[in-house]
C-alpha cells in the first residue's frame, strides 16, 4: 500500500520546525519524521493518515554526542548505529550501547533515530525502557522555548507521551556511570529483530559489599515501559546475591498484569520478565564490581 496523501513539510532548523507545527489549524493533523523506521510502515498501511508530515532530517545540530561532566547529550537526530559504535557513548553509557544492539537489524538502525524510537513510545521497544531505567531527561522544543521532561513523566500512555503537538523532541540526556555502577539489558524475543515480549534494564550502583541503588524498567508488559519501584525497594541496601535477586524478580512479577495477546499471555509474560530481572542483576552486578 501507500500512504494517504498528506502535505510534505523539510524545514532546515527547529525553530522552523515548530513554527510549521504551531501554525497549523490543528498540530495534531501532522506527524513528526525522524529516521521513519516506526512511522513509514504506519503511513504505508494507512495506519496513520496525517495530513501534514514534518520531515526533521534537514535540521541541523541535532545528532551530536557530547558530554558535559556527569551529563552524557544525544540529538534526537543521531542514527541508533551511530550511538552503538560510539566509544563515547560506551565510555559514558554503555547500557545504551547494549540496548541498541538489540533494536531490529542493522539496517533498521542506520535509520532509526534515538529521539525517534524514545518519541514513538512503543512499550516493547528498547530505547524508553532504557530511559526510563536511567532517568534520562527529554529535551523538548515548542513556541513556549525550551523544556526538559524526566523520563519518570515523559511515558504517559500507548505510543504518547507528553510531548505536545507543536513540540520537537531535540535531545537526550542520559546520567554518565560512575564508580561502582553496572548495568545491563536483556530481552526474549520470538526471533532475533523482533519485538521483545518482555525485556528488562536493570542498573545497579554498589557502595561497599551492598546495592545503595537499584533502577529496573520492563519492556513489552504494559502500555508504556514500567518502573519495578518494589523491587529496587527491596534490593536498596541488600548483598547481592542469588536470594536478593530472586526476591526482586518474585516482586517485580507480582506487580506487572500484562495483557494476552496473539504473541504471549500475560501469564507468560509476567514470568519471563522475572526470569530477566534475575538475569539482569546479575549481570549489572557483575559489571558494577569490575567498574570500581
Keep these: 500500500m501507500k500512504p494517504a496523501p498528506f502535505e510534505y513539510w523539510a524545514p ?11 501554525g497549523l489549524d490543528d498540530p495534531g493533523d501532522a506527524k513528526v519524521m ?8 504506519l503511513l504505508n498501511l494507512r495506519l ?33 548505529r551511530t550511538a552503538e559504535r560510539s566509544a563515547d557513548v560506551a565510555a559514558a553509557v554503555p547500557l545504551v550501547v547494549e540496548a541498541l544492539g538489540l533494536v531490529g537489524h542493522p539496517a533498521i538502525r542506520n535509520r532509526g533515530t534515538i529521539g525517534g524510537s524514545i518519541a514513538h513510545a512503543d512499550p516493547a521497544a528498547e530505547m524508553p525502557a532504557v530511559a526510563l531505567c536511567l532517568d534520562a ?52 524475543a520470538r526471533r532475533h529483530g523482533d519485538f521483545a515480549m518482555a525485556g528488562v534494564a536493570a542498573h545497579v550502583r554498589l557502595e561497599g559489599d551492598v546495592i545503595a541503588e537499584a533502577r529496573i524498567a520492563v519492556s513489552g508488559v504494559g502500555l508504556t515501559p514500567v518502573r519495578a519501584t518494589g523491587a529496587e525497594a527491596g534490593l536498596r541496601g541488600a ?40 538475569r539482569a542483576l546479575g549481570t549489572a552486578t557483575d559489571r558494577a564490581r569490575g567498574n570500581r
Design 239 to 278: 548483598a547481592p546475591g542469588d536470594d536478593a535477586f530472586a526476591a526482586a524478580a518474585a516482586a517485580t512479577s507480582a506487580a506487572l498484569h500484562p495483557a494476552t495477546d496473539v504473541h504471549a499471555s500475560g501469564a507468560y509474560r509476567k514470568h519471563v520478565a522475572g526470569v530477566l530481572v534475575r
Design 12 to 22: 532546515t532548523s527547529v525553530d522552523e520546525a515548530v513554527k510549521i507545527l504551531s
Design 48 to 80: 496513520s493518515q496525517p495530513l501534514h508530515v514534518v520531515d526533521l532530517n534537514a535540521v541541523g545540530g541535532m545528532s551530536d554526542i557530547s558530554r558535559d561532566g556527569s551529563t552524557l547529550t544525544i540529538g534526537a537526530l543521531c542514527r541508533q
Design 34 to 41: 525522524a529516521g521513519g523506521q516506526s512511522l513509514m510502515p
Design 137 to 188: 531527561r527529554m529535551v523538548a522544543q515548542g513556541p513556549g522555548g525550551e523544556r526538559t521532561v524526566a523520563a519518570s513523566d515523559f511515558f504517559d500512555g500507548f505510543l504518547s507521551t507528553a510531548l505536545s503537538e507543536d513540540e520537537v523532541l531535540t535531545a537526550v540526556r542520559f546520567p554518565v556511570d560512575g564508580p561502582g555502577c553496572g548495568a545491563a539489558f536483556v530481552e526474549v
